[in-house]
């Protein structure tokens, strides 16, 4: 099955260069859809996208609790002047993601289970849409495992990256390297980043990496010396 003027949007997967990870178990399974319709009027077509849509859903539904349909976008083409209609027939394109809640509780084969009911569903789903007249191609993309709020494990990153830096001043100060290391100018964080591993792993990233660099002596001696009116004790 293939739609070559439809590509199946792709989730992130790319890493980050450089900053901190945490690896999590994931509680959402996710995958995409494109479904195309051609060669109809463009109500006809709307109708046909929304039926196949609503009867995946409720398949969706009954098979896994809590699974979700969101239809993210909607495209219309022309196809070309039709030489039996007075109508302009036209190529619709729906796309979405389907969403599947996985319990903290469920084990890997219970995931499994769950990929493979996903897997009958949509199958069901391309059979169905093209024995329809005119059919409804549909194309899903592989089901991934993911967090739904990767950034509720922000601060948990931060702690992270912070005893990170800890470690680093701390081995300085042992080598006697100026005075310890500083942060330099660092910007404000991206938002965090998730990359799938498996069906019980996501690695969540965050670019958070300003260098640390050496205290100059100039400034240790300056943070010893007794200020304006100050005493030293």
Known sequence: MSLKSAPVPRLPRDRLASGVSLIVRPDLLRS???????????????????????ALAEALGRALPGARLRPLGFDLAAEGKSKSREVDPHVASLTGVIEIPLATELGFWDRARTVAALATITQAAVARGRSLRPPVIAVFGAPQASLRDPERHRGALIERWLGRAREL????????????????AMATPGAVQQRPISLEEVELELDIDPPLEPTPVAEVAAASEPRDGGIVG
Request: glycine share 12%; hydrophobic share 55%.
């Open 169 to 184: 001043t701390a081995l300085a100060e042992a080598r006697g390297l100026s005075g310890g290391l500083r942060l330099a």
């Open 32 to 54: 995409t859809l494109v479904a195309r319709v051609e060669g109809v009027e463009i109500a006809e077509a709307v109708a046909l996208l929304e039926g196949a849509s609503v």
